[in-house]
């Protein structure tokens, strides 16, 4: 399983970014993806998840203001994230937990960075 992220650079405060995540190994029912982040200093945190089902889960920090989506026929999660702040600094993780394959996955990581 190979996790390629993309999408990530530098926005003012109250812009927007998206962030896509493609697999190779495909998405099925059971799979868990998400989008995981690290600030400099601070530990790994997770961002938002979603199932191959549609069910999401986000981090209080983000919600109202982010939002994960799938597209399982091309094999790609997607992370909007609207209204921007400072504090959304970070190189953010694009993650997958498939049902079949054993194993966690991880991208290699996209620079968000936010001025003020």
């Known amino acids: 399983v190979q996790l390629q992220a993309s999408g990530g650079g530098l926005v003012q405060a109250g812009g927007s970014l998206r962030l896509s995540c493609g697999t190779t190994?495909?998405?099925?029912?059971?799979?868990?993806m998400g989008w995981y982040r690290q600030a400099p200093g601070k530990e790994r945190e997770m961002v938002a998840t979603i199932t191959a089902g549609g069910g999401t889960n986000y981090a209080d920090s983000v919600k109202g203001r982010f939002t994960i989506s799938v597209d399982i026929a091309k094999s790609t999660w997607y992370l909007q994230m609207n209204n921007l702040k400072p504090d959304d600094t970070a190189v953010y993780y694009c993650?997958?937990?498939?049902?079949?394959?054993?194993?966690?996955?991880w991208g290699q990581g996209t620079l968000v960075t936010v001025s003020s």
């Open positions: 190994s495909g998405i099925f029912s059971g799979d868990v």
């Open positions: 993650n997958n937990r498939p049902r079949y394959i054993p194993g966690n996955y």
